[in-house]
Each structure stands twice: as C-alpha cells, then as structure tokens.
Nanobody
Framework: QVLLVESGGGLVQPGGSLRLSCAAS??????MGWSRQAPGKERELIAR???????IYEDSVKGRFTISRDNAKNMLYLQMNSLKPEDTAVYYC??????????????WGQGTQVTVSP
C-alpha cells in the first residue's frame, strides 16, 4: 500500500513562487517525481529524482523548478520559482520503478491545483 498526499498548491501571480510538498507512506519506491496536467492536455512528468540523488527536469521547468526529498521524513518537495501562467495545472506526486535508467511512475497522489494568474 502506497499513499501520497500533496499540499501547497494555490493561486500565485506570474513571477511568484510556490513550494509543493508530498507526504509519502507505505512501500514507496526510491525513485519519485512530480507530474502535472493542465486543462485539455495530457499529464506530463516534469521532474524526477532517482538513484544517487540524480534529478532530471523537463525543459519547460528547467532552471525554475527544483525537486528535493527528505528521506527521514518521507517527504518530496517541488520548489517552483518564476511561475508563468502556462504552469497552471494540477500537480501530482508519484513514485515508481527504474528500468534501464527510465522512470516509470506506478503510484500517484490525488493532486494539488496550482493557478498562476495576475
């Protein structure tokens, strides 16, 4: 049983910052990530943290978002800076397996809404 609970979403102005948190419990995998789904679009994986603390980002968030984890607290975070209206989406925490270095999410949280608007 895996439980992922996101928090920290909300309404922010363009250029602002938000920090999302994900509380994880159960038999979570070491690899974890954040995905998002904007209205009318498919869910996309935007950041993940895998073995050795390696972090990988999609180009759309690279340099603005930072994924991190606190293993002692079983927490995953996403620091989002310089937010843009196109970052508006529901953000999901996930955990999954690695196969030949590719991350495959298996479990998802319920999501938290992030809205970037003046």
């Amino acid at each position: 049983q895996v439980l992922l609970v996101e928090s920290g979403g909300g309404l922010v102005q363009p250029g602002g910052s938000l920090r999302l948190s994900c509380a994880a419990s159960g038999n979570i995998f070491y690899a974890m990530g954040w995905s998002r789904q904007a209205p009318g679009k498919e869910r996309e994986l935007i950041a993940r943290i895998i073995g050795g603390g390696i972090t990988i980002y999609e180009d759309s968030v690279k340099g603005r978002f930072t994924i991190s984890r606190d293993n002692a607290k079983n927490m995953l975070y996403l620091q989002m800076n310089s937010l843009k209206p196109e970052d508006t989406a529901v953000y999901y925490c996930n955990t999954g397996s690695l196969n030949s270095g590719i991350y495959y999410p298996h479990f998802w949280g319920q999501g938290t809404q992030v809205t970037v608007s003046p």
